[in-house]
């Protein structure tokens, strides 16, 4: 059974940064897929970045050049450095892993952006 507990969010004023972590229990490398998405309530959850286990990354156009998302193997553990947020970036962020069409999700984390 995989697991995912995220961490790092919170409140932050426009403008700021959060760093979330995403750990995983057991090793990383057997993911084919990592990714963070988030979700307002009465929207669908959205991809923000995600992760190939090659190191190929993606971004949704509203978060390019401001979030980066990065893994550490030896950690068993996915980040996404947020800089430059924004209100619009208030959500509850997810953590996905998946492998052999298997898809794993952590309980989230609250992200709260002021203005």
């Known amino acids: 059974q995989v697991q995912l507990v995220e961490s790092g969010g919170g409140l932050v004023q426009a403008g700021g940064s959060l760093r979330l972590s995403c750990v995983a229990s057991?090793?990383?490398?057997?993911?084919?897929?990592m990714g963070w998405y988030r979700q307002v309530p009465g929207k669908q959850r959205e991809l923000v970045a995600g992760?190939?286990?090659?190191?190929?990354?993606s971004y949704a156009n509203s978060v390019k050049g401001r979030f980066t998302i990065s893994r550490d193997n030896a950690k068993n553990t996915v980040y996404l450095q947020m800089n430059s947020l924004e209100p619009e970036d208030t959500a509850t962020y997810y953590c996905?892993?998946?492998?052999?069409?298997?898809?794993?999700w952590g309980q989230g984390t609250q992200v709260t952006v002021s203005s």
């Open positions: 057991g090793s990383i490398f057997r993911f084919d897929f």
């Open positions: 996905k892993a998946a492998v052999y069409g298997t898809h794993y």
């Open positions: 992760i190939s286990s090659g190191g190929g990354t």
